[in-house]
Antibody, heavy 119, light 108 residues
Framework: EVQLVESGGGLVQPGRSLKLSCAAS????????MAWVRQAPKKGLEWVAT????????YYVDSVKGRFTISRDNAKSTLYLQMDSLRSEDTATYYC????????????WGQGVMVTVSS | AIVLNQSPSSIVASQGEKVTITCRAS???????LHWYQQKPGAFPKLVIY???YRASGIPSRFSGSGSGTSYSFTISRVEAEDVATYYC?????????FGSGTKLEIK
């Protein structure tokens, strides 16, 4: 059974940093791209970042480029999102999602972790 | 970026009714890269349809999808109470990956 479990969320002040983790199990983690998708309160879904299976390529939405870093540790089957210079507009539930090899859909999602940026 | 215009933004339907949601892309997408998700209240999103018309694992046959180019649709043939959710289309054709704004389905 595929499981994705996020952790690391919380309340943080504007300009500070936070690092999210996503522990994966139930599939060969090193074979699949992984992504972070976020959802602001009462809003729709927004793709944040994707990392390829080996970790060599990363992609970001413009609004987080230069501030967020997606990474992975295939030995630990864990995905990360380092979030620096946080802004109030980064307040959202962050979901870890498993990508598919060719069609770039997300076939499994974690339960999400809340990040609140506020003074 | 490819913008996905999803309509309607909300639907109120009776159980047993057929409902259709439309997703129009700002530029042409291969049908391989258009997907649909269901997000029930308080829950994480769930893949329902991938590559325009393929049902994900465990998805009932009342859910279907079709389309090509810039115009895609998602249909529930006979709505059930458990289908109350917000539905999103998503394109995987090019970065940034984008989602439609969502369609909220409610039951009368």
């Amino acid at each position: 059974e595929v499981q994705l479990v996020e952790s690391g969320g919380g309340l943080v002040q504007p300009g500070r940093s936070l690092k999210l983790s996503c522990a994966a199990s139930g599939f060969t983690f090193s074979s699949f791209a992984m992504a972070w998708v976020r959802q602001a309160p009462k809003k729709g879904l927004e793709w944040v970042a994707t990392i390829t299976s080996g970790g060599s390529n990363t992609y970001y939405v413009d609004s987080v480029k230069g501030r967020f870093t997606i990474s992975r540790d295939n030995a630990k089957s864990t995905l990360y999102l380092q979030m620096d210079s946080l802004r109030s507009e980064d307040t959202a539930t962050y979901y870890c999602a498993k990508g598919t090899i060719i069609t770039k859909d997300f076939d499994y999602w974690g339960q999400g972790v809340m990040v609140t940026v506020s003074s | 970026a490819i913008v996905l215009n999803q309509s309607p933004s909300s639907i109120v339907a009776s159980q047993g009714e057929k409902v259709t949601i439309t997703c129009r892309a700002s530029s042409s997408i291969s049908s391989n890269y258009l997907h649909w998700y269901q997000q029930k209240p308080g829950a994480f999103p769930k893949l329902v349809i991938y590559s325009t018309s393929y049902r994900a694992s465990g998805i009932p046959s009342r859910f279907s999808g079709s389309g090509s180019g810039t115009s895609y649709s998602f249909t529930i043939s006979r709505v059930e109470a458990e289908d109350v959710a917000t539905y999103y289309c998503q394109q995987g054709s090019s970065n940034p990956l984008t989602f439609g704004s969502g369609t909220k389905l409610e039951i009368k």
